[in-house]
């Protein structure tokens, strides 16, 4: 489904929690009327307990305050922050929470990977940010890098009307009667700013190839750069294709990847692809410096998307995905211009015969890697040739 972009509004760029969780309590501090959060992991650490405190307070004075959480991301939220919320008021939920670690039911491994916030239908976020600390990345060098957006203007509508669908079908799973949306804040369609966005949601009935297909446009439409940051990137064959013919045409495509192992099986399956993008002539940078866990891009210096899907088939078959797509220049640039630094900073280039460095048995176990993911994705009743 091609995306809707709508004129009108207001984006500021949010890098990493510093910049975001502020904006976000300051925005529940101020709610009056409602406030709706979804996010695919709300720890118990000092910025979940902070957020979860503003939401508290927030019901206190009689705002109706949603939250939605998923099951595993958030697999202890039911018994850390879950209580204290709903004893204040807070109407909390939790997305599929029924978890079995080694059933590969394709129903289990569908998240809600979405981060998102409405506050009175006059402020969103979008973005790849969970609620969890910067500093609280287990295993990995901290702080976590990421980027979210705050909207303001027509593309609140689409926003709440995405989340109010899956309130109401979460509601209906779990036969709840209680938190039926019986009142809703009055979204102002009014325009705030100057900028072109739409909004790009991923789910298993009506939306499933839309944030795909919004990248493939993209791409198939780049005249001069095109530059990705993926904290996991698999892209089936469609997607590297749409990069090789992008090359082909003299676009200069740079990916930036994260250089520190989170999943291992994810990380050598990703590097069994180095070999080939770089011989299409793509540049691919790893970023070592802290966690990388931003899924953002910007093409041309005018189109850009920041949101929750990683480019790999469990964001693009199977998770819960939300993305903002914008048009528009200057918030373009922002972007680009926060990710050379991070690249300068942070980052270092492949060299092209890289792969080839690599002993046979280490070329071996990334390609293993690579058909054991891709095994396991046809286990649960997708792939195929199109991937």
Do not use: C
Request: aromatic fraction near 10%; charged fraction near 25%.
């Amino acid at each position: 489904m091609p995306a809707d972009f709508l004129p009108g509004n207001r984006l500021t760029l949010l890098n990493s929690g510093a910049e975001y969780f502020p904006e976000l309590i300051r925005a529940i501090d101020g709610a009056q009327h409602d406030v709706h959060l979804e996010s695919y992991i709300f720890e118990d650490d000092a910025t979940g307990q902070a957020v979860a405190a503003a939401l508290a307070s927030a019901a206190r004075r009689g705002v109706t305050v949603r939250v939605l959480v998923d099951g595993f991301g958030a697999r202890e939220f039911a018994e850390s922050l879950q209580p204290a919320l709903l004893a204040a008021g807070v109407q909390a939920m939790v997305y599929r929470p029924d978890i079995a670690r080694f059933r590969l039911r394709r129903h289990r491994l569908r998240r809600l990977h979405r981060k998102l916030a409405v506050i009175d239908g006059e402020i969103a976020f979008v973005g790849g940010i969970n609620v969890i600390d910067d500093l609280n990345t287990p295993y990995q060098i901290p702080p976590r890098y990421d980027y979210a957006v705050r909207v303001e203007g027509p593309l609140l509508a689409p926003i709440q009307q995405a989340q109010q669908r899956l309130w109401e079908i979460v509601l209906w799973a779990k036969l709840n009667r209680r938190y039926r949306l019986t009142r809703r804040a009055q979204t102002d369609p009014g325009a705030r700013g100057e900028q072109t966005a739409a909004f790009v949601v991923r789910d298993n009935i009506l939306h499933r190839r839309d944030i795909e297909e919004a990248y493939l446009e993209a791409i198939a439409a780049a005249q001069q750069d095109i530059l990705l940051a993926n904290a996991y990137f698999l892209p089936g064959r469609r997607f590297r294709r749409a990069l090789r013919d992008a090359v082909k045409r003299g676009v200069r495509v740079v990916i930036l990847l994260q250089g520190r192992i989170e999943y291992r099986l994810l990380h050598y399956a990703t590097q069994a692809l180095y070999g080939r993008l770089l011989g299409f002539g793509i540049r691919i940078f790893e970023y070592r410096r802290s966690f990388l866990h931003a899924k953002v891009a910007v093409i041309d210096g005018h189109w850009a998307t920041v949101g929750s899907s990683n480019i790999d088939p469990f964001s693009l078959l199977l998770a819960r995905e939300a993305n903002i797509v914008v048009k528009d220049p200057l918030f373009a640039n922002s972007l680009r211009e926060s990710l050379e630094q991070a690249m300068r900073n942070g980052a270092r280039e492949l060299p092209i015969d890289s792969w080839k460095r690599l002993p046979w048995h280490s070329r071996l176990l990334r390609w293993a890697s690579y058909n054991l993911v891709r095994t396991l994705v046809g286990i649960v009743g997708y792939g195929g040739k199109r991937k």
